[in-house]
């Protein structure tokens, strides 16, 4: 019988503990166990497998995020290392939020291809033989893997959650795109909600390659006076781009803005205010995944704005599929895969 473990690093624990919970019920050679990460003086990390995995198929789950996504991969870099010197049968790697997505090209000279790098450096253990990841920045950047990469997309969370709250009468409803660039991620959530949805895209630009502010130009598609909108991204960072976009929407009559996406990065704009001070002054609705995990504390804070809905179920039902002889995780996906 396949020995199958589950560890977490600190940040994920919660994540990975509900998703093991789901797993245990449908097959009992799923175990559990957490990866503890001294952290020294020094600030060097070391990681520890706090139980045996020898001869198991682990599935880490480890966030990109904490404490901040350069000190996430070396984590990870060493977490990977221990687990294979712990003589595990392979890993899979869990990681629904990438860092370093974005910087998928040379969009100017003397620059690297960051997320083809973190690939090669992820390859370099040739233990990992697998990676689940969510709502990668673009779709293409799976070529960066010489090895299987399952992208989950969010859409399978949110679309859950706006036909409960809509009773799946969307008469009333567009999903928009915040630009030209997430109308195919846009176009993918509609259909899950109405295979007859059309959608709408905000035309926008970026003042300068370094800046966060952004210069809406127009807007594109059905008309919007009196309708719900749904402003639909794979991540929303400072979220001056959808504050922007719903400024604009709500100028053109729109009765209720919703900002949705999978990841909530929420990066500090400047030194004077948060991401959440601004989006929460903007009068939005944003829901998101906890992809990027929050304390309680956190949510409790920031409830009057921000709704964040479980990956768990999602993370388990693929890990479930990708485990067993003759699983196929585009199960996961429906009719518009």
Known sequence: MTMIK?????EMKEIAQGAYQQLRLQDSSFSYADVDVITFTSKEFKPKITETIRHHEVYLFHSLYHPDPNSAFI?????????SRASAKNITLVLPYMSYLRQDRKDESRVPISARLMANLIEVNRKVERIIVMDMH??????????PL????????HKEFFKKKYKSNFTNLIVVSPDHGGAIRTRRFAKYLDPEMSIGIVDKRRSGSRSNKVEILNYLGPEIKGKDIIL?????????????AATMLLGKGARKVYACA???????????ITAEEQL????????????????????KKNQDWLTILSVENLLANAIYESSKVGGSISTLFGATK
């Open 6 to 10: 589950i560890l977490a690093t600190e």
């Open 75 to 83: 984590k990870l870099f060493l977490t990977i290392d221990a687990i």
């Open 138 to 147: 673009s779709d293409q950047a799976q070529g960066f893997y010489n090895l």
């Open 150 to 157: 399952d992208n989950l997309y969010g859409a399978l969370i």
């Open 232 to 244: 639909y991204d794979d991540m929303i960072d400072t979220g001056g781009s959808i504050i922007a």
């Open 262 to 272: 999978t990841h909530g990065v929420f990066s500090a704009p400047s030194e004077e």
């Open 280 to 299: 929460r002054a903007a009068g939005i609705s944003v829901v998101v995944t906890n992809s990027i995990p929050r304390t309680k504390e956190y949510s």
